[in-house]
């Protein structure tokens, strides 16, 4: 496979998470009432109608309300019914690992102008983070992530987690890559973005935008990729 269509491919798999996610919304699978887990299995079925993906569970792919605060990674301790007014949040993770990439978005369940702004202002947050990558050939992780914390703060958010993206490509699990502080955006990855990986290719990005309101115990997150789409 040659440069060109590794991009592709991570192209064509978010082209695909973004479809599966349109019809989750038309579809209204994220519902009050619904527990994480039941809405997991909701769109582990659609994704495996539109997509062809086989597992019916492929991990938590929802959490709500508190458990939107904590760092994808950090497994919230139980599952939870949906509540009226809560922000959800929708990873896509598990079933595009096979893919080398990673998805997210967040959904606002009522009309609280606190947490919709945090819903318009993820993907702001994300524009901003791709246009400091391509305006400077030479920016770090650690930069990026900076950037992108002052930023959160000016808007009144937290930048959640202590990460803000890493390398697409392979889990951490099969790829050892992955305990390096340089395969993530993060203020100890001091290598700039714009590299060639050791096994030769163009180093790709996730971006993911995580952002936490600290006083009101909810968060919401943007992840999509960075520098291929």
Known sequence: MDERLRALGLVEAQRGAE??????????????GSSDYEVTDRIGDLAGELLGTRER????IVRSGPHTVLPYGE??????????????????????????TDFARTVVLGDDPVRLRLRR?????????????????????????????????QWGWKLGGWHAGHLAGETPAANPMYARADAYVGPENR?????TTPGGWRARWILEIHLVDEHSGFGGTYKALLDAA
């Open 75 to 100: 497994e919230p301790p139980a599952d939870r019914v949906i509540a009226a007014g809560d922000t959800v949040i929708a990873h896509f993770g598990p079933f595009l690992a096979p893919y080398g």
């Open 19 to 32: 479809v599966v996610f349109a019809e989750v919304v038309r579809r209204g699978l994220i519902a009050v």
């Open 57 to 60: 569970r492929p991990g938590r």
């Open 191 to 195: 290598r700039p973005l714009h590299r």
């Open 121 to 153: 202002d993820l993907p702001e947050l994300f524009a901003a983070g791709r246009a400091a990558f391509h305006l400077d050939p030479g920016i770090t992780g650690r930069q990026l992530y900076g950037e992108l914390r002052a930023l959160a703060a």
